[in-house]
């Protein structure tokens, strides 16, 4: 019997190499962190953009159409630049300007700083203006004379104008003699000037109706500066601080009231004005002779006395 061979097996391995992952991983971490630099970009731009940009913005996203059809600095305006430091974001005033002098850089620093005190010493200015009206408001004297008190924010600072009404004078006639409802407004602006630090400037005014007794040398422009005095004396007895008066003048029919007639009785008046800082400057370097002729013209402008319309 012939012997039987046995079968030969052969096994073959099959080598599994892993297969490649790929880069899927990268582009899910890139996409995160690009997510986040946007989120971060969102939050910065959100932190420095101004309320009245975030409105115009969100009013836009409201009614797109609307804001580009009817323009606006959101919707093409080629004019805007990118903000810098100054007061006025939106134009030149404190943008960094390439090839700049330490001394322009220097002068651009100088107009932001005083631009800012400005609109700080305006802000004061309009509260005080608020707690005028309040007090004329509350003040049950002061309230029936309301059509008489002009109160108004000029160049100059807040201009304070006592009126005379036909019927109702601030003083005795062809007298620097006090009326005393007069006083007593002029006791109660008093009390509120010493809250702010400015200096103070007051002027008479009269009509055009020449005084009566004009031959022996006593005028209308005397009759205005004793008035303006006599006021003078009883914002100080109203508890306004002495020294805070810088300027009493007596300008007689010279700076007529806005729109009226020369003889009109609302000439008559006192102009009380709370100054601004440029206004006391300019009227410091006036009265002490420190500037040009040129500067002096440009400080008047500055310095004048313009009167305000009358109330409706």
Avoid: C
């Amino acid at each position: 019997m012939s012997e039987q061979k046995a079968p030969i097996i052969v096994k073959r391995i099959k080598k599994s190499v892993g297969g490649h992952h790929g880069g899927a991983w990268k582009i899910a971490y890139a996409d995160f962190v690009t997510a986040m630099m946007a989120f971060f970009l969102l939050m910065w731009l959100l932190g420095s953009t101004t309320k009245g940009d975030l409105e115009g913005i969100a009013e836009y996203f409201k009614t797109p159409l609307k804001v580009a059809m009817q323009g606006g600095s959101g919707s093409g305006d080629s004019s805007s630049v990118l903000k810098g430091g100054g007061t006025d974001l939106t134009r030149q005033s404190g943008q960094v300007k390439k090839g700049q002098t330490e001394e322009e850089k220097k002068s651009y620093n100088l107009k932001a700083a005083r631009a800012e005190l400005e609109r700080l010493e305006k802000e004061k200015l309009k509260k005080l203006k608020s707690r005028l009206e309040a007090a004329i408001e509350q003040n049950a004297t002061l309230r029936q004379f309301k059509r008489q008190l002009l109160i108004d924010i000029t160049s100059e600072g807040l201009r304070i104008q006592i009126v005379d009404e036909q019927n109702r004078p601030m003083f005795n006639l062809a007298s620097a003699e006090l009326q005393p409802y007069t006083k007593i407004i002029l006791h109660e602006i008093g009390k509120v000037l010493n809250d702010v630090e400015n200096r103070i400037s007051l002027s008479g005014h009269t009509d055009s109706v020449q005084y009566a007794n004009a031959g022996r040398g006593y005028s209308n422009w005397e009759l205005s500066a004793d008035r303006a005095n006599a006021s003078r004396r009883e914002l100080i007895a109203g508890g306004m601080d002495a020294s805070k008066m810088l300027r009493v003048v007596g300008l007689a029919d010279s700076v007529p009231f806005q729109g009226a007639q020369p003889n009109d009785p609302v000439n008559r008046r006192i102009a009380i004005i709370v100054m601004n800082k440029r206004t006391e400057e300019a009227i410091t370097r006036q009265a002490s002779g420190a500037e040009s002729d040129a500067e002096a013209g440009d400080a008047t402008d500055a310095a004048s006395d313009k009167p305000a319309a009358p109330k409706p």
